[in-house]
């Protein structure tokens, strides 16, 4: 990374936060065990016996240390966390628990007037430039207004000059001819470039980028991520970038994060990641990025199944009912033997389906998180022998197939108890994200130590 020039230096109205704090001169910003849940108020009876809906886990214990003048990628499926992360980084969504330690001050312990002060080193640029501008507002006072808020300038004249330096920075050339335009004078790319220079005129040292391309069409992608890369080195930058786009995020990110369901799955350098996936989850979403080339076919092996829901997320490893390598300890329980038996019956015959459906009763019990001992009830007519004897035909057949169906791994024993079956899954274990190699980490029981 290039040295500043003096000029631009001297411009800075006050030092880092981080200067003199005795923290680590490379270290921007520390995340430690940061966890945003958001309660549900649940439905109309819940309301009315008083008692809550839950809660949605959307950061459930990340940690991560993000270094100045570093790019860190923030990826995953949607529902996965990481726009809420990136937010909370900023102070936008409260944590629930953990700690953000920055400039040698913990963000979740201030409040919203203490946080004021550092949200001119924190900015960000939001994922619509459409709705990040307010329509009513030209471009001279929207890109301007951080200077009133922070009270950056002392005159007209000042402001003008600023305002018009930001927006030549960002390639709104020459800025006397965009000061007086409004948003809807703009395209999607113009008002994006608006938004960088609203988000860069009162000298941040992080940027969170929310999408910052998606809403953009394609011939213009490429121009703004290398704008940012520009103002990364021309003003000493540090990014979160959030997307689900692997190929700008192997571009842009010196840093990648692959994120489900709340955590953190697999961490390391960009060209590591991707040139070595380690998670199952990381190989499936590089599995399914398109190929260009119509006449080549390529394998897929994509994960089956939707994403769970995460206010009642899987236990152990959250990625364990959709991973085809998943281990007898990653957290097996009687939702899964639902979703075993709702896969099966999709490929049968409507006589077969029927036939089978008939010997579980209530379905419906197993739909529930549950613990790691299962009671199974027989359908009408049937008994708890029949049931046990499917169970086991099951996982006989499932023994023969390829690949293999991980879920009879995790399951102990099977026995009848008072007209019901019972199953017993293996005790579930839940994946910590441990260094593996070359400063890439991974929440995985396939690269944990045995026992861990």
């Known amino acids: ?33 940061l966890q945003v849940h958001f309660g549900m108020r649940g439905g109309a009876l819940a309301r009315i016996s008083g008692r809550g809906g839950g809660a949605v886990k959307a950061v459930d214990g990340v940690n991560l240390t993000l270094r100045r003048g570093e790019v860190l990628g923030l990826v995953g499926e949607s529902g996965s966390g990481k726009t809420t992360l990136g937010r909370t980084l900023l102070g936008l969504n409260r944590a629930t628990g953990g700690s953000i330690r920055y400039g040698g001050q913990d963000l979740t312990e201030l409040s919203e007037r203490r946080l004021r002060p550092l949200r001119r080193r924190l900015q960000m640029v939001f994922q619509d430039p459409h709705a990040s501008l307010n329509p009513s507002m030209d471009i001279r006072t929207a890109v301007g207004h951080p200077l009133r808020i922070h009270r950056l300038v002392a005159d007209d004249e000042e402001y003008e000059a600023k305002v018009a330096h930001a927006l030549e920075r960002v390639g709104l050339t020459p800025a006397e001819r965009y000061l007086s335009k409004f948003p809807s004078d703009l395209s999607g790319g113009q008002k994006q ?63 990648i994060a692959i994120m489900y369901l709340g955590r953190i799955v697999e961490q390391g350098p ?28 390529v394998p897929r092996n994509l994960p089956r199944g939707e994403v769970p829901d995460a206010a009642k997320p899987p236990l152990g490893c959250s990625f364990h009912p959709r991973c085809a390598a998943a281990l ?9 033997l639902r979703a075993l038996l709702e896969r099966r019956w999709l490929d049968l015959a409507p006589d077969e389906y029927a036939r089978e459906r008939a010997l579980i009763g209530n379905l419906d019990a197993l739909a529930e998180p549950g613990p790691t001992r299962v009671l199974v ?39 009848e108890d008072g007209g019901q079956v019972v199953v017993e899954f293996v005790e579930a274990r839940d994946p910590r994200l441990l260094p593996v190699v070359d400063s890439v980490s991974v929440a995985c029981h396939l690269y944990a130590a045995p026992g861990a």
Not at 283 to 297: G, V, Y
Not at 328 to 336: F, L, Q, T, V
């Open 377 to 415: 009830t027989p359908g009408r007519g049937h008994s708890a022998a029949d049931v046990l004897a499917y169970f086991r035909r099951l996982r006989e057949e499932a023994s023969e197939t390829e690949p293999r169906e991980p879920f009879w791994g995790g399951v102990t024993t099977m026995s």
């Open 1 to 33: 990374m290039p040295t500043k020039p003096d000029t631009e230096s001297a411009a800075r109205p006050d030092p880092s936060p981080g200067a003199g704090s005795g923290q680590r001169n490379d270290v921007l910003m520390e995340v430690e065990d």
């Open 270 to 297: 960009a060209e590591q990641v991707f040139n070595e996936p380690r998670h199952p989850y990381t190989k499936a979403l590089l599995a399914a990025i398109p190929e260009p080339d119509p006449n080549r076919s």
């Open 328 to 336: 007898p300890h990653c957290g097996w329980e009687r939702r899964d």
């Open 193 to 255: 470039r608006a938004v960088l220079a609203r988000a860069i005129i009162a000298e941040p040292e992080l940027l969170v980028a929310d999408e910052p391309i998606s809403m953009l069409d394609m011939s213009v992608r490429a121009k703004i991520l290398q704008l940012m890369l520009d103002l990364k080195r021309d003003l000493d930058l540090t990014y979160v970038y959030v997307t689900h786009d692997l190929a700008s995020a192997k571009f842009f990110c010196d840093t």
